[in-house]
C-alpha cells in the first residue's frame, strides 16, 4: 500500500524568506509520480509541481523547487521568496498505477 | 478548456435524503477519481473509474454510497440515504494518465452538509 507522511501540521515563514514543507513517501513500486498541490482558503486544489521516480534532477516551477531523495523516500517542497499569497495548505501526494495518495496537509502562514 | 465541472456548488440537505452530486471531466481524460475533505480524515479516495470503468472502489464508505460513470463525460456520486457525518468537501478530478501518474485536474468541489 502506499503512504504520504507530512508531519508538519503548520509552518509560519516570514515573507521574502524560504521555506520547506517535509514529505516522505512509502510504496514498493519503482515507477511512481510525486506531486504538491496547493489549496487556498477558498477551496479549489492547484498542481504546484511534478516530480517522477526515474528523473534525474529536482523538479522547479518558478519560486517552487520540489527537493526529491530516493534513497530517504523524501520529497520534500522549497517555497523560495515566500509571499503573503503563498499562506494555504500544502498537499503532497504520490500517484502509483493510476491512483494518488494524499498527504494530511502543512498550513503555511506567510507573516508580513 | 473549461476544468472539471462539479455541480451543485452547495447542497444542503435533511438527514435521510437522497444526495447526487454530479461531476463533467475535462474532455479526454481517461481517470476520473473522487475524494472527499474532511477535517478529521482529510483528503481520501472514493471511488476513481478508468473508460468509464470502477477500478478501485475500496474507499467508498458503506453501501449508502455509489457512484456512476454512465459516459465519458460525465459521473455521479449518490449518498442515500445521507447521515450528518456525510457532511464534507467532496471533489471529483481528472486526469489523461498517460504514464499511470499525471497531476490531477480538480473540480471547485461540493460542499455537502447534512443536517
Known amino acids: 500500500a502506499q503512504k504520504i507522511t507530512q508531519t508538519q501540521p503548520g509552518m509560519f515563514v516570514q515573507e521574502k524568506e524560504a521555506v520547506t514543507l517535509d514529505c516522505t513517501y512509502d510504496?514498493?513500486?519503482?515507477?511512481?509520480?510525486l506531486f504538491w498541490y496547493k489549496q487556498p482558503s477558498s477551496g479549489e486544489m492547484i498542481f504546484l509541481i511534478y516530480q517522477g521516480s526515474y528523473d534525474q534532477q529536482n523538479a522547479t516551477e518558478g519560486r517552487y523547487s520540489l527537493n526529491f531523495q530516493k534513497a530517504r523516500k523524501s520529497a520534500n517542497l522549497v517555497i523560495s521568496a515566500s509571499q503573503l499569497g503563498d499562506s494555504a495548505m500544502y498537499f503532497c501526494a504520490m500517484a502509483v498505477a493510476g491512483k494518488s495518495t494524499f498527504g494530511d496537509g502543512t498550513t503555511l502562514t506567510v507573516k508580513p | 478548456d473549461a476544468g472539471v465541472i462539479q455541480s451543485p456548488r452547495h447542497e444542503v440537505t435533511e438527514m435521510g435524503q437522497e444526495v447526487t452530486l454530479r461531476c463533467k471531466p475535462i474532455s479526454g481524460h481517461d481517470y476520473l477519481f473522487w475524494y472527499r475533505q474532511t477535517m478529521m480524515r482529510g483528503l481520501e479516495l472514493l471511488i476513481y473509474f478508468n473508460n468509464n470503468v470502477p477500478i478501485d472502489d475500496s474507499g467508498m464508505p458503506e453501501d449508502r454510497f455509489s457512484a456512476k460513470m454512465p459516459n465519458a463525460s460525465f459521473s455521479t456520486l449518490k449518498i442515500q440515504p445521507s447521515e450528518p457525518r456525510d457532511s464534507a468537501v467532496y471533489f471529483c478530478a481528472s486526469s489523461p494518465q498517460d504514464r499511470g501518474f499525471e497531476k490531477l485536474f480538480f473540480g471547485s468541489g461540493t460542499q455537502l452538509s447534512v443536517l
Open positions: 510504496t514498493s513500486d519503482p515507477s511512481y509520480g
